[in-house]
């Protein structure tokens, strides 16, 4: 047996090792940013965070609240930057799936550990479709557009929080046969 078979193999350079940590980071970095922006704009986004889901006369209020400038900058400034961070978790997960997948693991693991961003991030570019949809129409608020977002913020929620477990066991398993 040669020194070079003695060697590890080298993972496929598309995806490299250091993504599954810098890409999560990434995740972390624009989910503070967006909820600085948040602040700075003195909006509160009480719909978006809300695990029991919303209602029509939540988003009645909350939208009466508001007022018709912090309504137009919740619209206009707001869901964009969230739809961006939506993004970045949404291809950070796609990422992990193929990254995995790629260094040999079968795709449902890799779909476990990626999976939650993945899908989560397209919850969140629903969820911010159909609340700017609800902003355009306000003062009208309808039944079907409430329920929708709010069923995709659950969803949202719940798969960004798993997508944050399955991107530290994405790290153990792309770096566990280096330690091996």
């Known amino acids: 047996m040669s020194l070079m078979e003695d060697l590890p193999t080298f993972y496929p350079t598309l995806i490299p090792l250091g993504f599954f940590f810098w890409g999560p980071a990434l995740v972390v970095?624009?989910?503070?940013?967006?909820?600085?922006?948040?602040?700075s704009l003195r909006v509160d986004r009480a719909l978006e965070s809300d695990f029991n889901g919303f209602t029509k006369e939540d988003v009645e209020k909350l939208f009466s609240l508001?007022?018709?400038?912090?309504?137009?900058?919740?619209?206009?400034?707001?869901?964009?930057?969230?739809?961006a961070f939506a993004l970045v978790y949404t291809v950070v997960g796609a990422l992990i799936v193929v990254g995995l997948s790629m260094r040999g693991y079968p795709?449902?693991?890799?779909?476990?550990?990626?999976g939650?961003?993945?899908f989560g991030g397209l919850c969140d570019v629903a969820e911010n479709l159909a609340i700017a949809r609800l902003l355009d129409r306000y003062p009208k608020v309808e039944d079907g557009t409430v329920a929708f977002a709010s069923g995709f913020t659950r969803l949202?929620?719940?798969?960004?929080?798993?997508?944050?477990?399955?991107?530290i066991a994405a790290y153990y398993l792309a770096f566990k046969p280096i330690a091996a």
């Open 29 to 39: 970095l624009t989910l503070l940013l967006s909820w600085l922006w948040a602040r």
């Open 66 to 83: 508001y007022g018709p400038e912090r309504r137009a900058i919740y619209r206009n400034k707001l869901l964009p930057a969230d739809l």
């Open 107 to 114: 795709w449902w693991v890799a779909a476990l550990c990626g």
């Open 116 to 118: 939650g961003w993945l």
């Open 156 to 167: 949202k929620l719940v798969l960004t929080g798993l997508g944050f477990v399955g991107a």
